[in-house]
């Protein structure tokens, strides 16, 4: 498979995607969870069998909280509000139990605004320094060129991935940062793998087609970028389906970012150096570096 | 055949196995879980305006003192930044009234009539309930430190000069109010200046036990600096052992799957992916027990995402492996080509993974930096065996013989 001659195909697909990601981003943003925004979440599980979705939302419509969010899990129910202080938490507590009988209070989550605040900016920084030391890193050991085509493939995975988020409007919570954090960190393996191999390729090479050196070396770690990529994603599958949904979101996230992982360091990462390479060398011929 | 070398490796598949099976009680026993495991609560304070590193650390004693009244084990309280504490405290029965404890952060304010602050808690050394011998009155006595002693005799004796008495009628703006979180709870008339630093309330009380109410809460409520809980959390014991029990499942079929896929794939240096990835996880496992760390839920997300991880070490060997073996290579030249070639390869890719966690261990907090935790532990493990364990048991397989197809090699 022509990866290179065919790139144009690929980074107008990645184009696109990416288009879609950055509207969808400015139109309707994300879906912040308390974590962000600040609010409270009670889950609770009534004893007795039957309460319905509407029975809760008539309960909390009593204190004006009709619109909050609620979310069905098994036999619990997950309440989202904005913040609420100590009392009216009992309060709302109290009157779920008058009206649909006792319950075990599973979880009661009080976040303020505050800290919402700060998480983002932490989340935000914390990815920037990532990419900087991923960067950093890439060009001591590698060369600068093989660094700026890694991190335009890792932006791109990071951004699918918030993108897939925002369009589908799943939550963002607390563990999104560090699935992109490990997205960044995880994918840039692969990229690795395959620069490594132009790397190893490029020193026995005689003078030829720069193109079909980086086809080869794509090719000659396609079956490890799939297999790894293939064992990482049953593990995420098995805790999206089995592992309940607490780690959901992050095991969603995470999919999503490996499956882009895959395509960005097989179809875009290598072919942006080809690019590059002419921007110093002046040739698209093989050069030793 | 090399009867030594079959046998070197039928005893350390026994051990790895064995010792599989013999850690996961120890392992279950001593590991630690985060309150999203085993459930509890956790509280973030805020001190609101200008606290200094004293005031912090006596909200913390007063912190330490009231939930070590719950009688909880091992409870968490500790700094965090320059003005915020965080008390976590695990298995608790009933965490909202813990919460309501924790949050009764009564700020203690002696302020004269016209609203001025002359003291606060932070001033206070003790209060102390009495009863006066000879009339029998209950009467609640303070005393305030050197600071404390000034302020309150310079108070005193200005309010004395400036409201005199006027015989029976009681000057309005010689008392001064004591108030416990804004809510005034006593008010005395300051009769005389007080230099000496210990004075008494009298003759608000009829019995001793009402004085001693309001000297507990003088002496409890004495927090330096008023304190906001920012952030609370709680999740019920039901809820974090269902977390375990549904990430556990979760790890046992991704692994399943994963390992038949494996033998599947590579055939022998599958077998021994497998047994790599049994040590494997024992000795993370193991690493996090001997290193006291926490393992919470995205831990354990982290440890299912390593064992994909650790896997790749494998792959990338086994890809070698087998492009050596179709370059004409013999098995054992190829092992040894596969390992050299892919161990730069293996090590780069993983110091970029340690990197992004490092990140997340230095920015994140508490469940979050056991993600990082788990996850740069796992990446050292998961080198660790492939670079000793996959290649030693790969090496003593070629070289017992047994199987010289290298179709069964995976190539």
Known sequence: MDFVGKRKIFYALSLIILLISVISLFAQGLNFGIDFKGGTLLQVKFEKAGVTNEDVRATLKGFGLEKSSLQKSESSFIIKTVELDKEKRGEVLKSLEDNHGKFELLRSENVGPVIGDELKQVGIIALVVAFILQIIYITIRFEFRFGVAAIIALILDALVTIGFFSLFQYEVDLTFVAALLTIIGFSINDTIVIFDRIRENLKTARKGDLAELVNNSIKQNLVRTLNTSFTVAVMLVALLVIGGETTYNFALAMLVGVLSGVYTSVFVASSLWYDFVPLINGKKKIVKL | ?411
């Open chain 2, 1 to 411: 055949m090399r009867w030594e070398k079959i046998f070197a490796l039928i005893i350390i598949t026994a051990l790895v196995i064995g010792g599989a099976f013999w850690s996961v009680d120890p392992i279950q026993d001593n590991l630690n879980l985060g309150l999203d495991l085993k459930g509890g609560v956790m509280v973030r304070l805020q001190a609101q305006g200008s606290a200094t590193d004293r005031d912090i650390a006596q909200v913390i004693e007063i912190m330490r003192t009231r939930v070590d009244s719950l009688g909880v084990t091992e409870p968490v309280i500790q700094r965090e930044g320059s003005d915020r504490i965080l008390i976590e405290i695990p298995g608790i029965e009933d965490p909202e009234s813990a919460i309501d404890l924790i949050g009764k952060t009564a700020l203690l304010e002696f302020k004269t009539m016209d609203g001025e602050v002359i003291l606060t808690g932070k001033d206070l050394v003790e209060a102390q309930e009495a009863k006066d011998p000879q009339s029998g009155q209950a009467y609640v006595g303070l005393k305030f430190d050197a600071e404390g002693t000034k302020k309150f005799a310079d108070t005193t004796s200005r309010l004395v000069s400036e409201y005199p008495d006027k015989g029976e009628t009681r000057s309005e703006g010689r008392h001064i109010a004591i108030s416990l979180d804004g809510q005034m709870i006593q008010n005395p008339y300051v009769s005389e200046a007080i230099p000496s630093g210990e004075a008494s309330i009298s003759g608000g009380f009829e019995t001793l036990e009402d004085a001693r109410s309001i000297a507990l809460l003088l002496r409890s409520g004495a927090l330096p600096v008023p304190v906001e809980i920012i952030e609370n959390r709680s999740i019920g014991p039901t809820l974090g052992a269902d977390s375990i029990t549904k990430s556990t499942q979760a790890g046992i079929w991704g692994l399943a799957i994963v390992m038949a896929f494996m033998l599947l794939f590579y055939r022998i240096p599958g077998i021994i992916a497998d047994l790599s990835l049994v040590l494997y996880a024992t000795l993370l496992l193991g690493i996090l027990v001997a290193l006291n760390a926490t393992l919470t839920l995205p831990g354990i997300a982290g440890f299912i995402l390593s064992v994909g991880m650790c896997l790749d070490a494998n792959i990338l060997i086994y890809e070698r492996l087998k492009e050596e073996i179709r370059n004409g290579k013999s098995l054992r030249a190829a092992i040894d080509a596969g390992f050299n070639r892919a161990f730069i390869t293996i090590l780069d890719s993983n110091i970029t993974t340690v990197l992004a966690a490092a990140v997340l261990f230095f920015l994140g907090s508490g469940p979050i930096k056991g993600f990082a935790v788990t996850l740069t532990i796992g990446i050292l493990c998961s080198m660790f065996t492939a670079i000793t364990f996959t290649r030693f048991m790969l090496k003593a397989f070629v070289d017992s013989g047994l199987v010289k197809n290298t179709k069964l090699y995976g190539a």
